[in-house]
């Protein structure tokens, strides 16, 4: 049985979440295979090689590679496909919009958001908005996974040795074309790789006072700044900060989660964080029912006073 990873990269880096997904892959194949659709990736290539546990990366290098669409992509891994049991993509904007269509084309039933293997054929995934966890045996003759990467850990990046093979590029579809792309710029540690996560809710009440009131704290912790979709919808936030069922799921070691109630949708983005701390003026807010520390506070004055004795 061998697993390909389809990369997540930015054509110079091999983002981090890849690493996780060669976990998942370790645990359902006896081979591993890195897929690097890009142009002028070669770099990403390498450092594709140094992951531990993978013994081939595939480039795929060309111009209308370059932003790797989903319809060029899919085509893509479609050209490899029939070498390998198992393909596998982060559960990210971008490997949820790819996957479907290889799993289309290939006549298969994608498994969603893999929590756990139990078998080379059988996965974990959360449903109902992960209040109940399904185990699935997928009959398929190749298994296209999505993997929820807080639930495998990130295997070394360096020490590995596989080597490089170029394989021929498909053809452009023709049926995207690349616009552009507006990043979001900030100083903050990425919301989906962060270690500790300062969060807000409805609660802040403004853009200004979301800013002013979490980031002295987000920064004296060196933390990401994240956000419920109240706050989002409200515009106190921008969306890509939203944590939840609808938007990103995170564990990471610290979760301080700043006049947020604790709705389901809410709890299934950051639940699985190892240490959670709620600060609510509610006593019976349910936020406070999953907290390991819970603040009965008003966030505008206990906030100021946290920031105040971490710089002490
Ligand atoms: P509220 O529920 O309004 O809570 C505000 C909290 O702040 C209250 O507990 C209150 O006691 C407390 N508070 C108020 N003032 C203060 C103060 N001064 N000091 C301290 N505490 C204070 N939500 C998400 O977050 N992420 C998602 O991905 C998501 N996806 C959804 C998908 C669907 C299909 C649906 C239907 C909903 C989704 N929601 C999501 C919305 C979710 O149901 C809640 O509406 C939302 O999470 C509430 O956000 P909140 O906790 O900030 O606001």
Redesign the pocket.
Known sequence: MTALIVAEHTNTHLNSLTLNAVTAALACSDEVHILVIGHQAGAVAEQAAQVVGVSKVLLADAPHLAEQLAENSAAQVLALAGNYTHILFAATASGKSIAPRVAAKLDVAQVSEITAVVAPDTFERPIY?GNAIATIKSLDPVKVLTVRSTNFAACANTGGSAGIDRVDCIADSGMSSFVSREVSKSDRPELAAAKIIVS????L?SADKFQATLLPLAEVLGAALG??????DSGYAPNDL??????KIVAPDLYIA?????????L??MKDSKVIVA????PD?P?FTIADYGLE????T?IPQLVEALQH
């Open positions: 908005a807000g809710g409805r609660a009440g956000a419920s979709r109240a706050a989002v939203q944590v939840g069922q609808t938007g700043c006049g947020i109630s604790g709705a389901i949708q809410h299934a983005g600060i609510n003026k509610d807010a936020i506070a008003d966030i505008f206990a």
